[in-house]
């Protein structure tokens, strides 16, 4: 009787892992993103299911579609003492990730978003500025601790740029590197094609601070409007048609 008490106390918390419900997938997304992206629609369980992520917009607050994602556990990962899933996006390969006793890691990341589901949540008067754009997030290796000290690369592209302000004119290709090295981020940004050009170099530490500045040259009927635009954001360099811009927090 005692053995059949002992089992019965070892399977059932077992037991409720194995059924462990799919939204708690949604209530960590909501914590990582502090309720920018949600899941929802959601099947299966929290180690093989689906559901449609949804961008917050953050004037209306409505939930705007973005993809269906798809996640699918891999067991044999706890033999590195790591749970670990794969992730397929609209049915494409979207990669991996992993969590365990130091921290996380996503591998073979792979996502493509409208660009305002990122810049209209820029702090200040740059979120309304009516940006337009598809980005793509790669990613082949990336690691953090939980204290958020991060090594590895990932490339955020931003194709067929555009802003309302600047006449929504098509401005160009851009993308921005991220670099983690021993905690701090490094970033910089390069143009790919387009007549606007973009150059810019920042970083980002642990403690919270960062810094992000640049040029930005083009055709000077165009550039003229920033000013009025970006306000104190952007400065003239004495060159037509070039700006220099400083961020920081």
């Known amino acids: 009787m005692l053995l059949r008490i002992a089992l019965f106390l070892v399977l059932l918390p077992l ?3 194995a059924q462990a419900p799919a939204w708690l997938a949604d209530s960590a997304l909501e914590h990582a993103t502090d309720g920018a992206i949600r899941l929802t629609a959601i099947e299966g369980s929290l180690w093989n299911g689906q559901g449609a992520l949804v ?3 953050p004037q209306s607050r409505r939930a705007l579609p973005w993809t269906t994602l798809s996640w699918r556990w891999r067991p044999q990962r706890l033999l590195q003492a790591e749970t670990a899933w794969t992730l397929t996006a609209d049915n494409r390969p979207a990669g991996e990730i992993g969590i365990g006793p130091h921290g996380w890691r996503a591998d073979g990341l792979s ?3 409208p660009a305002r589901f990122l810049l209209e949540r820029i702090p200040n008067t740059f979120a ?6 598809d ?5 082949q290796q ?7 000290h991060c090594n590895g690369h990932f490339d955020l592209r931003w194709t067929n740029a555009s802003v309302d ?3 929504n004119r098509t401005l160009g290709d851009y993308q921005l590197t991220t670099q983690g090295e021993t905690g701090r981020l490094h970033f910089a940004l390069t143009t790919l ?3 606007a050009r973009l150059q810019g170099e920042g970083h980002w530490e642990p403690s919270g601070v960062w810094h992000f500045s640049g040029t930005i040259e083009g055709d000077p009927s165009l550039m003229q409007r920033l000013p009025a635009v970006a306000n104190q954001w952007v400065q003239p360099s004495g060159k037509p048609g070039a700006y220099r811009f400083e961020l920081g927090g």
Do not use: K, Y
């Open 111 to 113: 996502f493509a978003a």
């Open 165 to 167: 302000v600047l006449r």
């Open 135 to 139: 980005l793509r997030l790669e990613s």
């Open 142 to 148: 990336w690691r953090c601790t939980w204290e958020f």
């Open 128 to 133: 309304h500025l009516g940006w337009r754009g």
């Open 55 to 57: 961008a917050i917009d």
């Open 15 to 17: 037991a409720l892992i």
């Open 193 to 195: 094609t387009g007549d």
